[in-house]
């Protein structure tokens, strides 16, 4: 394959054609896709074999392409597969309009836009500039989640990457129904956030830098029901596997990024 063409497939990984409405456009390495189990229920929580998907680390392997290139971010580990993850249960197509709602100084949405996806990034601090990257124009805005500065219903897609976690308890709820206030109905929320077999445990994170103590959300099965899968004017799509092994899951965590406990992924339909 030339350089041209694996540009080409790389820049449209997870993103539907136009010439194909009803399927998602095949990856060049589709075939060896299937040699790692796909067949997991979409709602799901971080599993690192995944990692290894030809088509998860296509997309990676551009963002960090994007990444270096610019010197604006970085991808953290749990991020090499929430992306892929979102990208994947999204099934977006150029012309599409979505929001990445807290993006911090992410390459996210510059990775969309670069596939022709008509853009908004809100952020409480967003990076100077980051709109205008690679030649590309989306909108970038400074704003709170709790009161987006959009009309109701212009979203097709919602991207929230590891963003809820931060917000305190009492604004989780103000943020889940203005994601659901800018969302077309029947548009998806793809969010995903830390989880742990204990949120009222002390969690620490131990690295090579030294070790410091958590000091945001982590949800486990309890809390995440109560604040996200039975948020007011939703449905979850497809089925759900949140049942964790934590006995192999914390240990391989704590190796893959210094944190013990994984990330879930969820889609939430507005009704």
């Given at each position: 394959?030339?350089?041209?063409?694996?540009?080409?497939?790389?820049?449209?990984?997870?993103?539907?054609?136009?010439?194909?409405?009803?399927?998602?456009?095949?990856?060049?390495?589709?075939?060896?896709?299937?040699?790692?189990?796909?067949?997991?229920?979409?709602?799901?929580?971080?599993?690192?074999?995944?990692?290894?998907r030809p088509d998860y680390r296509d997309i990676v392997c551009e963002?960090?392409?994007?990444?270096?290139?610019?010197?604006?971010?970085?991808l953290h580990p749990s991020k090499r597969w929430e992306y892929p993850?979102?990208?994947?249960?999204?099934?977006?197509?150029?012309?599409?309009?979505?929001?990445?709602?807290?993006?911090?100084?992410?390459?996210?949405?510059?990775?969309?836009?670069?596939?022709?996806?008509?853009?908004?990034?809100?952020?409480?601090?967003?990076?100077?500039?980051?709109?205008?990257?690679?030649?590309?124009?989306?909108?970038?805005?400074?704003?709170?989640?709790?009161?987006?500065?959009?009309?109701?219903?212009?979203?097709?897609?919602?991207?929230?990457?590891?963003?809820?976690?931060?917000?305190?308890?009492?604004?989780?709820?103000?943020?889940?129904?203005?994601?659901?206030?800018?969302?077309?109905?029947?548009?998806?929320?793809?969010?995903?956030?830390?989880?742990?077999?204990?949120?009222?445990?002390?969690?620490?994170?131990?690295?090579?830098?030294?070790?410091?103590?958590?000091?945001?959300?982590?949800?486990?099965?309890?809390?995440?029901?109560?604040?996200?899968?039975?948020?007011?004017?939703?449905?979850?799509?497809?089925?759900?596997?949140?049942?964790?092994d934590w006995e192999l899951v914390r240990p391989a965590m704590s190796?893959?990024?210094?944190?013990?406990?994984?990330?879930?992924?969820?889609?939430?339909?507005?009704?």
């Amino acid at each position: 394959m030339s350089p041209e063409a694996k540009q080409r497939s790389a820049n449209n990984a997870g993103v539907r054609g136009n010439d194909s409405p009803g399927r998602r456009r095949p990856s060049s390495s589709s075939s060896q896709a299937s040699a790692i189990p796909a067949c997991r229920a979409p709602n799901r929580h971080l599993d690192l074999a995944e990692l290894e998907r030809p088509d998860y680390r296509d997309i990676v392997c551009e963002m960090e392409r994007m990444t270096a290139r610019e010197d604006v971010s970085y991808l953290h580990p749990s991020k090499r597969w929430e992306y892929p993850w979102a990208l994947e249960q999204a099934d977006l197509r150029p012309g599409d309009r979505v929001l990445d709602a807290g993006c911090g100084g992410s390459i996210f949405p510059a990775y969309l836009a670069a596939q022709g996806i008509s853009v908004a990034a809100v952020d409480l601090n967003p990076p100077a500039g980051l709109a205008a990257l690679h030649g590309l124009n989306y909108l970038s805005i400074q704003g709170n989640l709790a009161c987006l500065p959009f009309a109701e219903g212009v979203f097709q897609a919602v991207f929230c990457i590891s963003v809820i976690e931060h917000l305190p308890a009492p604004g989780i709820a103000l943020a889940m129904a203005e994601l659901r206030r800018v969302l077309r109905p029947g548009g998806r929320l793809l969010l995903t956030t830390d989880y742990a077999r204990d949120a009222s445990e002390e969690m620490w994170h131990e690295g090579a830098g030294g070790s410091f103590r958590v000091d945001w959300n982590v949800f486990d099965r309890d809390s995440l029901s109560r604040h996200i899968l039975d948020a007011e004017g939703f449905r979850i799509e497809g089925g759900v596997d949140l049942e964790v092994d934590w006995e192999l899951v914390r240990p391989a965590m704590s190796r893959f990024h210094g944190y013990p406990y994984t990330s879930v992924g969820l889609i939430l339909v507005r009704v």
